[in-house]
C-alpha cells in the first residue's frame, strides 16, 4: 500500500529513533506496538524499563517478510511454515527454536523466539525500511489495558517514547493468537481472533488447546514458568478498576445487589440493565466487532471513577474464545 507523505515522513522519523536505540511506538492490526531493535541490546534494556516487564519475560519480534524467518529461527518446522504462508501478515504469532543471534533479552532467557509480521501498512513501512526485527510487546504498562489507537499510547507512554506512528484504531483490538512450536506438539499459549479451528484446518489437529479462564493451569501445561508469559499471568490487560465478569442470567439481580450496597457501577453489556441509572456501553453481539472495540470500552469504563466495572459474560461459542480469555484475565479474582 502507498503511504501519504506525512506517513513516509513519519516512518522515516521513526526508523532513525530505532537505528538511535530509541522506542517507537507503531500501530500494527491488533494492538498498538512499543517498537525496539530486537538487536540492540541497551535498547531492549530501556524497553523493559518503560514498559515495567520483568526482565524473564520475552517480546515478539515484528519482521516484515517470511524470508526473514530463517534468520531469527534456528528452526521452521513444516506447519509452522505453512500458518507462516496462510495467515501472515496477519495476527498470529509463531513461538520457535530461536537462531543462535537472538538476543536472550529479547526471549527472556529462553531457547525460544516469538515472531510475527503484522498487517498494518505503516508497522510493514517502519519495519521493512529499519531493515531487522523489531521487538515490540503492546504499547501499555506491564498488566494493564492494551492500547489501540495512539492517543491511548501517548496517554500511557508518552514522554517515553521517541516517536509514536498514528495508524489510527486497531482493526482486530485484541493481541495476536500464539503458536508454540518450540516445546513439543504444537499448542495455543494464548488465544486471539484467528480461531484453533482455522490453524487446525492448516495443520491438522492440536494436542492441546489452553482452555479459557485456566491461567493456572498455563504453567503445568507447558512446563514453563508461568511468569514467562505474560498473557499467562492471572491478573493482566487489566483496567485500574476492578472489573466483575457477570453471567447474563444473573446480571439484572447483581447489578440490583451491588447498587443496593452502595456500589457505584458502569456495565459493558448485551442487553440495558432495567432501572439501573448506570454509565453502560451496549456491547455487540458478533465476536469481530466486540473485540475491535473492547480495550476501547474498558479504557472509557476506567476514566467512570466507579467503584466497579461490571461486564456481561460473552457467549461459549467459537469466535469468542480469545475475547473470553482477555476478559477473564481482566476480571478481579
Ligand atoms: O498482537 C500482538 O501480539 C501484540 C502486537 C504489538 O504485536 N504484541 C503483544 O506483545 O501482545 P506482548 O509482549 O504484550 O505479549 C506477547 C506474549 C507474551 O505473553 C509473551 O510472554 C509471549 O508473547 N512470548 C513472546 N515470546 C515468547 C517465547 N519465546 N515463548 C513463549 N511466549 C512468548
Ligand atoms: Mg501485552
Redesign the pocket.
Given at each position: 500500500m502507498k503511504l501519504s507523505p506525512i506517513d513516509q515522513s513519519e516512518v522515516r522519523r521513526g526508523v532513525a529513533a530505532l537505528k538511535q536505540g530509541l522506542l517507537v511506538a507503531f500501530p500494527?492490526e491488533?494492538?498498538?506496538?512499543l517498537g525496539a531493535d530486537a538487536a540492540n541490546a541497551e535498547a531492549l534494556k530501556r524497553l523493559y524499563e518503560v514498559k515495567g516487564r520483568p526482565p524473564s519475560?520475552?517480546?515478539?519480534v515484528?519482521l516484515s517478510s517470511i524470508e526473514q524467518l530463517d534468520s531469527w529461527a534456528s528452526a521452521v518446522p513444516e506447519p509452522a511454515f505453512r500458518l507462516a504462508e496462510k495467515f501472515w501478515p496477519g495476527?498470529l504469532?509463531l513461538?520457535l527454536a530461536k537462531a543462535p543471534h537472538v538476543l536472550l533479552q529479547v526471549?527472556?532467557g529462553?531457547a525460544?523466539?516469538?515472531l510475527?509480521i503484522?498487517d498494518h501498512p505503516l508497522a510493514l513501512a517502519l519495519i521493512q525500511e529499519f531493515g531487522g526485527g523489531v521487538a515490540?510487546?503492546?504499547a501499555n504498562r506491564f498488566g494493564r489495558l492494551?492500547a489501540t489507537c495512539a492517543s491511548d499510547v501517548a496517554a500511557d507512554l508518552g514522554c517515553d517514547v521517541a516517536v509514536i506512528l498514528d495508524g489510527g484504531p486497531c482493526e482486530v483490538g485484541i493481541?495476536?493468537t500464539?503458536v508454540?512450536f518450540?516445546s513439543g506438539s504444537p499448542q495455543i499459549?494464548?488465544p486471539g481472533m484467528i480461531l484453533p479451528e482455522q490453524i487446525e484446518s492448516v495443520i491438522g489437529k492440536l494436542q492441546r488447546k489452553v482452555p479459557v479462564n485456566a491461567s493456572p493451569a498455563l504453567e503445568s501445561q507447558t512446563g514453563?514458568p508461568q511468569a514467562?508469559?505474560?498473557?499467562?499471568l492471572p491478573s493482566h490487560y487489566a483496567p485500574a478498576t476492578p472489573l466483575m465478569l457477570v453471567p447474563s442470567q444473573f446480571l439484572e439481580s447483581e447489578v440490583a445487589e451491588l447498587l443496593h450496597s452502595g456500589k457505584r457501577l458502569c456495565l459493558l453489556s448485551f442487553e440495558k440493565v432495567t432501572l439501573s441509572e448506570i454509565v453502560w456501553l451496549q456491547a455487540v453481539r458478533e465476536p469481530l466487532a466486540y473485540a475491535r472495540s473492547l480495550y476501547q470500552n474498558l479504557r472509557f469504563l476506567d476514566l467512570q471513577k466507579a467503584d466497579l466495572i461490571i461486564v456481561e459474560s460473552v457467549p461459549e461459542q467459537a469466535g469468542w474464545t480469545g475475547i473470553a480469555d482477555r476478559l477473564a484475565r481482566a476480571a478481579i479474582k
Open positions: 500494527t491488533t494492538v498498538y506496538g519475560h520475552p517480546v515478539i515484528h495476527p504469532t513461538i526471549t527472556g529462553q525460544s523466539v516469538g510475527r503484522p515490540a510487546p503492546s492494551s493481541e495476536s500464539i508454540d518450540a499459549l494464548r514453563q514467562r508469559h505474560p498473557g499467562g
